[in-house]
Nanobody, 120 residues
Framework: QVQLVESGGGLVQAGGSLSLSCAAS????????MGWYRQAPGHQRELVAS?????????VESVKGRFTISQDQDNTKNTVYLQMNSLKPEDTAVYYC????????????WGKGTLVTVSS
């Protein structure tokens, strides 16, 4: 089993910055990649950014150049960060940490979510 604990988020004005972190513990060797999804009211959950174990990143087009995903790995914990700059009101959503179970393949792990609110 893998546990995901998120921190960060909050309220910020448009143009500001926020950072999120997600600490994964447990059988972390079974997961790859990790990433962040978000869900705004009335919208489907969408992938914001992901990072693989060897550092390959992927971003949704709307956040490219503004958000940066990174990670710290050791034998017992993997922490993924999302630095969000130049935030826009449309970035307002609940952000969820995600880890994909690969060994063996199975259901994804999800964090509880953290609210990011960008005021105009």
């Amino acid at each position: 089993q893998v546990q995901l604990v998120e921190s960060g988020g909050g309220l910020v004005q448009a143009g500001g910055s926020l950072s999120l972190s997600c600490a994964a513990s447990g059988t972390i060797f079974t997961i790859n990649p990790m990433g962040w999804y978000r869900q705004a009211p009335g919208h489907q959950r969408e992938l914001v950014a992901s990072i693989s174990g060897n550092g390959v990143t992927n971003y949704v087009e709307s956040v490219k150049g503004r958000f940066t995903i990174s990670q710290d790995q050791d034998n017992t914990k993997n922490t993924v960060y999302l630095q969000m700059n130049s935030l826009k009101p449309e970035d307002t959503a609940v952000y969820y940490c995600n880890a994909k179970k690969r060994i063996p393949p199975g259901m994804d792990y999800w964090g509880k979510g953290t609210l990011v609110t960008v005021s105009s």
